[in-house]
T-cell receptor, first 114, second 112 residues
Framework: AQSVTQLDSHVSVSEGTPVLLRCNYSSSYSPSLFWYVQHPNKGLQLLLKYTSAATLVKGINGFEAEFKKSETSFHLTKPSAHMSDAAEYFCVVSEGTGGFKTIFGAGTRLFVKA | EAQVTQNPRYLITVTGKKLTVTCSQNMNHEYMSWYRQDPGLGLRQIYYSMNVEVTDKGDVPEGYKVSRKEKRNFPLILESPSPNQTSLYFC???????????FGPGTRLTVT
C-alpha cells in the first residue's frame, strides 16, 4: 500500500533563505512522485514530477526535489525563498498497474517572513 | 484554452437532497479523478476513471457515485448528502501515461 508523510505541517523561513519541505513515501511499485502548490483560495499547480528518469528534478519557480530510493524520500528545496512562495505544498505519490490511485500528503504550509 | 471546469463553484444544500457536481475537460485526457480537501488531511481521492465506462474507488468513496459516459465528463453524485460531506471538492484529469494531473478550480460544498 502506498502512503505519503509530510514531516512538517508548518515551515517558516525568512525571505532570501533556503527552503526545505520534507516528504517520505512508501510504495509497493515504482512510484511517480509529485509536488503541487496551492496558493490561498486557489487551485493546485504542479511544481515538479519524478517519473523514474533523473533523480534530481527541477521544477518551476526555482524549486527542485531529489528522489532518494534508499531513504524513500522526495524532499523539496529552493535556495532562496521569495514572499510569493508562501502557500501550501503537497507531496503526492501515484502508482498502479492498471489504473492509478493517487495519495496526497497532508500538506506543509510555508510562511515567508520579510 | 486547455482546462478543467467544475460547476457549481459554490453550493449550499440540505441533508438528503440529491446533488450533482459536474466536471468537464477539453484536453482529451483518458484519466479523471475526484478529490475532497479537508483541513489537515490534504486531498483524498474519492473515485477515479481510466477511460469511458471504467471507474474505480479511491480512499473515501462512501456516499459518492460517479459515472463516465463520455470521455470529457466525469460528474460526482451525492445521492443523500450529509453534513460530513461538507468539503472542498476538486476534479482533475491527466493523459494516462503521463500521470501529471490538471486540476479544476474547486467546488465548495456545504451540507446543513
Amino acid at each position: 500500500a502506498q502512503s505519503v508523510t509530510q514531516l512538517d505541517s508548518h515551515v517558516s523561513v525568512s525571505e532570501g533563505t533556503p527552503v526545505l519541505l520534507r516528504c517520505n513515501y512508501s510504495s509497493s511499485y515504482s512510484p511517480s512522485l509529485f509536488w503541487y502548490v496551492q496558493h490561498p483560495n486557489k487551485g493546485l499547480q504542479l511544481l515538479l514530477k519524478y517519473t523514474s528518469a533523473a533523480t534530481l528534478v527541477k521544477g518551476i519557480n526555482g524549486f527542485e526535489a531529489e528522489f532518494k530510493k534508499s531513504e524513500t524520500s522526495f524532499h523539496l528545496t529552493k535556495p532562496s525563498a521569495h514572499m510569493s512562495d508562501a502557500a501550501e505544498y503537497f507531496c503526492v505519490v501515484s502508482e498502479g498497474t492498471g489504473g492509478f490511485k493517487t495519495i496526497f500528503g497532508a500538506g506543509t504550509r510555508l510562511f515567508v517572513k520579510a | 484554452e486547455a482546462q478543467v471546469t467544475q460547476n457549481p463553484r459554490y453550493l449550499i444544500t440540505v441533508t438528503g437532497k440529491k446533488l450533482t457536481v459536474t466536471c468537464s475537460q477539453n484536453m482529451n485526457h483518458e484519466y479523471m479523478s475526484w478529490y475532497r480537501q479537508d483541513p489537515g488531511l490534504g486531498l483524498r481521492q474519492i473515485y477515479y476513471s481510466m477511460n469511458v465506462e471504467v471507474t474505480d474507488k479511491g480512499d473515501v468513496p462512501e456516499g459518492y457515485k460517479v459515472s463516465r459516459k463520455e470521455k470529457r465528463n466525469f460528474p460526482l453524485i451525492l445521492e443523500s448528502p450529509s453534513p460530513n460531506q461538507t468539503s472542498l471538492y476538486f476534479c482533475a484529469s491527466s493523459p494516462y501515461r503521463v500521470r501529471e494531473q490538471y486540476f479544476g478550480p474547486g467546488t465548495r460544498l456545504t451540507v446543513t
